[in-house]
């Protein structure tokens, strides 16, 4: 079955520089990679996704790329601000899967 | 508001007892999905339901029964709770695989 993994487990950034939280998948045949962002005490909130078709894609602050021939993708987050703080969680899933993998989850602390 | 709701918010139960854990969407999605949530493990499927009438078993189904009898009502059954059931579970939905999930706020359950 598919297995994500994520790295580091632990980032903390000064406030306005970057942050990158680098997973790998084994299925070659996952198509489908959504990045989720978990404040403490709520539920994980997607905050920007990716298909195999794509290689990069940007939303404001955050941009996320993939690299099918290495089955590895990756969160960007630029500018950094102290409400980014939080647990980060990528993902993975096949298509037409409902078994969606996620990565054990990255905790972003930006210092102020 | 349009999301999920789950119910309740946190319990203790006694090691040997049933407890279903309650989920309700007002999204009209399709699929529906249970999660655990353990530390350093990021987030375990245990059960997804594709439409209405159909479930099937996650990566830890083990212990845990569900339903499906419309869209919108997605419970999660303990038949017999055990200590290593202590966790986080979330309740999520999408309008269909390949899509991103919504999470609802979380059940904390500890078994002793």
Known sequence: GENVEQHPSTLSVQEGDSAVIKCTYSDSASNYFPWYKQELGKGPQLIIDIRSNVGEKKDQRIAVTLNKTAKHFSLHITETQPEDSAVYFCAASMIGGFKTIFGAGTRLFVKA | ?112
């Open chain 2, 1 to 112: 508001i349009a999301g999920i709701t789950q119910a309740p918010t946190s319990q203790i139960l006694a090691a040997g007892r049933r407890m279903t854990l309650r989920c309700t969407q007002d999204m009209r999605h399709n699929a529906m999905y249970w999660y655990r949530q353990d530390l350093g493990l990021g987030l375990r499927l245990i059960h997804y339901s594709n439409t209405a009438g159909t479930t099937g078993k996650g990566e830890v189904p083990d212990g845990y029964s569900v339903s499906r009898a419309n869209t919108d009502d997605f419970p999660l059954t303990l038949a017999s709770a055990v200590p290593s059931q202590t966790s986080v579970y979330f309740c999520a939905s999408s309008e269909g695989p390949n899509y991103g999930y919504t999470f609802g706020s979380g059940t904390r359950l500890t078994v002793v």
